[in-house]
């Protein structure tokens, strides 16, 4: 399994799940990477918000809550 996998994009957020291993750091650059907006800042993950559900940002992947983690970013 990739360590980052893109599940939901949007014009402006993006929902990720991501191996509990790495740093916001390490996600935002993959994903940067992999999915480029075409702006200047890029994806930046967005730690004052909250799914759409409610849960917390981030929050444990329903299917793999011991090594994984959903991540919501914005640009």
Do not use: Q
Not at 4 to 22: D, E, F, H, K, W
Not at 54 to 65: L, V
Request: with cysteine; net charge negative; aromatic share 10%.
């Amino acid at each position: 399994m990739e360590d980052v996998i893109v599940y939901s994009i949007g014009i402006m957020s993006v929902s990720i799940c991501a191996n509990n291993n790495l740093t916001i750091d390490e996600i935002t650059d993959e994903l940067n990477n992999r999915n480029p907006t075409g702006l200047d800042h890029g994806w930046e993950f967005a730690k004052d918000e909250n799914f759409n559900e409610g849960k917390s940002n981030p929050c444990k992947c329903n299917h793999y809550p011991k090594t994984r983690k959903h991540y919501l970013f914005h640009c």
